[in-house]
């Protein structure tokens, strides 16, 4: 269904009918209620306009027209900066969690380095020592204070 205005209906927004012209306009069902809305609207006193309107019109332009000759000077643009700096903020922790995950995996790297070339340069105990252990072990204990005062 279009929405297009009748020619009479145009002819009721154009200018005022003659008696003629709006008994034939409210003869017509779909358009007595436009008819009707145009008479109330006619009706009504234009409001007061302040003499200086005009002034204030033009200098309302000027302004405008000055904000926007004006150099573009840098600004808060929220709908700019922020994406920005939530994409710079995903960027550092990326890089952030990547440096530190390449330190631990470095660290780990010369830490097995370190325990193969420790491993590699002690000998093994032979299995006789391993059968003494306990021996040894007992003597590496510190003596017993009376028996170190009887040994004097």
Known sequence: MENKPSNSSESLWRGKLSAAQRADLRAQPE??????LTDALANIPDAAVPSNFTARVLAAIELEAAQTARSPGWHWNWRLLLPRVAVATAVLIFAGVSIQRHEVSS??????KNVASVAAAQPLPSVEALNNFDAIERMSQPADDQLLALMQ
């Open 107 to 112: 660290q780990r790297a010369v830490l097995v």
């Open 31 to 36: 358009l007595a209620m436009e008819a009707q």
